[in-house]
């Protein structure tokens, strides 16, 4: 018999039931709550009058909607001028506190984006099945995780029954040999491989990430790249436990101590994939290949390394594909044939759960220290992935030298990765962002979105046009 | 659940891949702590010239002519016929209540994305997945007819036209069986308990740390 992947060992010890037709019932572990997805699930269960099954499993965090500017959030709920926002925030401390959920409130100190919160917590542990109302759970799958988005039906499921309803997906190994080039990054990574494989490419897959690459990747790097499965279309992204995994879960406020610990690490050591393991797909990289990347349209397969330019569409031979190319040139307002270099962006935004964590944070600070943000940016926002990153780096004066730089130091939330609170592009701004989506409107109406990885996002701030970073000198 | 067994409607074409779930129900309608509500607001951007508003009256809002559903002859219809890669994106599950809400209750499309295709099914929307070239065919019969209707038979799992034979289409047999019998899946489930619980004993004592973290807070 041939081994096992690590998505078939994760599958295999959470399967509660296999039924005949194919589905099958998982077991989740942790289950983590915000506020946008959240309140029609609460609603459903208050409705059939059902309760919580493991209250110890749930753990909330409002991100979406809170306001990111220090002087509104120094009043708390009260401080979120939008009603809307305010009673989607209220609504999640009410249900949190009508069943008995622990909720890391707006003014906690641990508070942030939840795919951040939680694994700084250490509230995601290897060879747990974690969900949340969320896309971007796969960014839990960095700790030898199951871990996945759900829709808010889901989340009531999950809650009512501790259980999902799933059919096992097919395994596929993202195989990255070798080693990056210095200043490049997971985010250069991921978007090289979305570049690829398409956004459709991991639909129906499980993904491992594997490959000296990975293994030589920090944990945060290892998030970055797992958080992007989903724009590859994998519903998931993992990587085998290792000595990283170990040394960065460690000591976490919500980790196990002591002989649980011992005994914790024994079992979670087992989680990598079989040398003779069988994935359906392999796909191939060479990290000394990867060099920065841009992406330039509406969706994140639109991508291209920094020394290229856009493409032309009377090159391109299908009718569907000239259409969407067209159609993504003319919403972006970009010329074909552009250089990459000479695309401007209007703002910057480093934040949200794909890169703001402290070591995307000392990268672009490293870029833009002693230096300043060219005058053509309108906006350089530099927002904290959870509320322990934001004092992190403020111990190591970072937030100095982004505000020395002329750059606005955020509280922690989503912010303008969505743009669901104050903090958006007007019409026709470009704007170099280290978020996830590129998608028309996403950071705000009419807005244009180039994904880029912090260090290329505080470089384009100092020279007000998308530069190498491999070039960039330190000073 | 809301149940789902035939259905005879009139088909809107989107011809377009790739649509995100941000493009179906923009974040601005996701404050909405309701089920209900979000159809006026369904393809916001693509419907309208202009911005939309959580809360405001879409009556008065200018209408982008170019998109289908503003257009007499895709009036009222019941059934998208869309492009690969259909739902990708955010979990948002406010995209099928959008669709629903319009009266969009059956999507036909050659590939969707896992989570919107699973969102679905929780809500009495079904997602047929044909080959491209029927869905090229369609299209082409969508644009061809004024008033093109089709007819869904899930129980039969095809799909009928006025002109020539019908579409055989697959459907994984348990959530045929939800839909068709408007399942509540929680419900379901909870008929397992007794499953879940010797599971959770078992796991509890192999892996005593994912239980009660609660505990071990500082
Ligand atoms: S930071 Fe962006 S992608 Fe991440 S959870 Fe928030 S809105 Fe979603």
Redesign the interface.
């Known amino acids: 018999m041939a081994g096992m992947t690590l998505y078939d060992k994760l599958w295999q010890s959470h399967l ?2 296999q ?1 005949d ?3 099958a ?1 998982i ?1 989740i ?2 289950h983590l709550i915000h506020e ?2 959240s ?2 699930a609460f ?1 459903g269960l208050r409705m ?1 009058n ?1 309760e919580p ?2 209250r ?2 749930n753990i909330a965090v409002p991100d979406h ?1 809170v306001p990111t500017r220090p002087y509104e959030r120094r009043a708390g709920i009260a401080g979120i001028s ?1 009603p ?2 305010r ?2 925030v209220q ?1 999640l401390g009410d249900n949190c506190r009508e069943f008995n959920i ?1 909720e890391i409130q707006i003014d906690d100190r641990r508070q942030g984006v939840v795919h951040v919160v939680g694994p700084e917590q250490g ?1 995601t ?1 290897p ?2 099945a974690v969900v949340c ?3 971007h759970s796969c960014t839990h799958g960095a700790f030898g995780a199951l871990a996945l ?6 989340v ?2 999950v809650l ?4 999902l ?1 799933q ?1 096992k997906m097919r395994n596929m190994l993202v195989r990255v040999d070798g080693h990056l080039q210095k200043g490049v990054t997971a985010k250069d990574l991921v978007l090289a491989i979305i570049g690829k494989i398409g ?2 490419g991991g ?2 897959f499980a993904i491992e990430f594997g490959g000296q690459v990975v293994r030589d990747m920090s944990m945060e790097g290892r998030m970055t790249l797992c958080n992007m499965s ?1 724009e590859a ?3 998931m992204g993992m990587v085998g436990v290792d000595d990283t995994t170990l040394n960065y879960v460690k000591g976490r ?5 002591g002989a ?2 011992d ?2 690490v024994t ?1 979670w050591r087992q989680l990598t994939s079989d040398i003779d393991a069988k994935f359906d797909t392999v796909i191939q990289l060479r990290g000394e290949d990867i060099k920065p990347q841009v992406t330039w349209g509406t ?1 994140p397969e639109m991508v291209l390394p920094i020394d290229a330019s856009l493409p032309l569409p009377r090159d391109v031979e299908d009718e ?1 594909q000239r259409d ?1 190319l067209e ?1 993504a040139l003319n919403y972006m307002g970009l010329e074909p044939g552009t250089a990459i270099v000479d695309i401007r962006p209007d703002k910057i935004f480093i934040g949200s759960c794909t890169n703001a964590r402290i070591e995307d944070l000392r990268s672009a600070a490293a870029i833009v220290k002693g230096r300043h943000i060219a005058p053509s940016i309108k906006l350089a926002m530099v927002v904290p992935g959870s509320g322990e990153v934001k004092r992190q780096a403020e111990s190591e004066g970072l937030d100095e030298v982004f505000t020395a730089a002329g750059m606005e130091w955020r509280e922690p939330g989503c912010s303008m990765c ?3 609170n104050a903090d958006r592009l007007a ?1 026709g701004e470009h704007c170099a962002s280290t978020s996830n ?1 590129n ?4 950071q705000g ?2 807005g244009r979105t180039h994904l880029v990885s912090p260090a290329m996002a505080a470089a384009a701030a100092v020279t007000g046009h998308f530069v190498d970073v491999r070039d960039w000198e330190a000073s | 659940m809301i149940k789902f067994t035939e259905l005879s409607g009139v088909v809107a074409p989107l011809n377009r891949a790739n649509v995100d779930t941000d493009l179906i129900i923009p974040k601005q309608f996701m404050k909405s702590i309701r089920r209900s509500g979000f159809g006026p607001n369904l393809f916001d951007e693509l419907r309208y010239l202009n911005e939309g508003r959580p809360g405001e009256d879409c009556s008065a809002r200018p209408l982008n002519p170019d998109f289908a559903l503003n257009q007499a002859r895709y009036h009222g219809a019941a059934i998208l016929l869309a492009r690969e890669n259909f739902g990708c994106g955010s979990s948002r599950e406010h995209a099928v209540w959008a669709l629903n809400d319009y009266g969009i209750r059956c999507v036909i499309a050659p590939s969707y994305a896992d989570i919107f295709f699973n969102n679905c099914f929780k809500n009495g929307v079904l997602p047929i997945v044909l080959n491209a070239d029927l869905v090229d065919r369609l299209f082409d019969e969508v644009y061809a007819t004024q008033g093109y209707r089709l007819h869904i038979d899930l129980q039969e799992q095809q799909i009928f036209s006025l002109q020539g034979e019908p579409i055989q289409f697959d459907v994984e047999p348990r959530r045929k069986h939800n839909l068709l019998g408007g399942i509540d899946e929680i419900g379901d489930t909870l008929q397992y308990s007794e499953a879940i619980r010797a599971f959770e004993q078992t796991w509890r004592q192999q892996s005593p740390w994912l239980f009660n973290t609660k505990e071990r807070q500082q």
């Not at chain 1, 988005?149 to 889901?154: C, N």
């Not at chain 1, 009512?160 to 259980?163: G, I, R």
């Not at chain 1, 406020?253 to 101590?257: D, K, L, N, T, V």
């Open positions: 509660v039931d039924r037709d194919g589905s019932l077991y572990d942790r946008v997805t309140p029609q609603e059939a059902r099954w493991r110890d499993c909607n939008d809307l926002s009673l989607q609504t622990v509230a542990l060879g747990m109302g969320d896309s988005g759900i829709g808010t039906s889901e009531e499921h009512a029954t501790q259980c309803s059919e956004t459709a639909t129906g989903i279309g994998a519903r406020p919500y980790a196990p101590r649980v610990w005994a914790a079992a969706s569907a969407a159609g969505l743009a669901m019409p989506r998608f028309e409107s996403r109406f009419g």
